[in-house]
C-alpha cells in the first residue's frame, strides 16, 4: 500500500469554473480518460473518490448528511468567506475533528460516482439554495454556486488526462 500524499506539496492543474456547464465538460473528458487508461492523478483518490466527494457536498445542501462541524469552524466560517469564494483555491485542508479530515470520501468506483455527480450537477443548474450555509453563514443563490464550483475545481485539479 502507498503512503498518503501530503496533497498541500502536490503541484496542481489551475482550474477556473464559472459555470456548472464548465464542470461538466471537464467531468466527462476525465472519465473519458479513464475508460482510455490515460487518467493520471495526483493526490491520494481515485476518480470515482473525488466525484462522490463533490456529489455529497451538494447532496448536503438539501439533506442531513451527518456533517457536524466544530463549533469554532461556525465562529469564524462568516469571517472567512469572502477568501473562500475570492481568493486563490487551498488544497489540504481538514476538518477537525473528522478522521479523515473530510466528509464524503468513500471510495467509490467512477461510474457510480458519475451517476450521482450528474444528479448533484443537476440540482446546481436548479438553484432554490437556503438562505444560510451551516460553516459560512448568510450566502445569496450565485455565492452558493460559486462555492460549489470553486469545491470542483479544487478537486478535479488532481486529475488529467495523459499528454492533454
Not at 40 to 54: E, F, Q, V
Not at 110 to 121: D, E, I, K, W
Request: proline share 5%.
Amino acid at each position: 500500500m502507498r503512503s498518503a500524499i501530503n496533497t498541500k506539496q502536490v503541484r496542481t492543474r489551475v482550474l477556473s469554473f464559472s459555470t456548472v456547464a464548465a464542470v461538466r465538460v471537464e467531468v466527462e473528458r476525465l472519465v473519458a480518460a479513464e475508460a482510455q487508461g490515460c487518467l493520471r492523478l495526483k493526490g491520494n483518490w481515485s476518480l470515482g473518490t473525488i466525484l462522490g466527494h463533490l456529489a455529497f457536498w451538494v447532496e448536503a445542501i438539501d439533506q442531513d448528511k451527518g456533517v457536524r462541524l466544530p463549533w469554532f469552524v461556525i465562529l469564524f466560517g462568516p469571517l472567512i468567506r469572502r477568501n473562500v469564494l475570492r481568493g486563490p483555491t487551498k488544497v489540504g485542508l481538514r476538518i477537525p475533528g473528522v478522521k479523515t479530515g473530510t466528509y464524503g470520501d468513500e471510495p467509490m468506483d467512477v461510474a457510480p460516482a458519475l451517476a450521482r455527480y450528474r444528479v448533484a450537477l443537476d440540482r446546481l443548474e436548479r438553484g432554490g439554495f437556503p438562505a444560510r450555509h451551516e460553516a459560512f453563514g448568510a450566502l445569496t443563490s450565485p455565492q452558493w454556486l460559486t462555492l460549489h464550483l470553486r469545491h470542483a475545481q479544487i478537486h478535479l485539479a488532481f486529475a488529467d488526462v495523459e499528454g492533454g
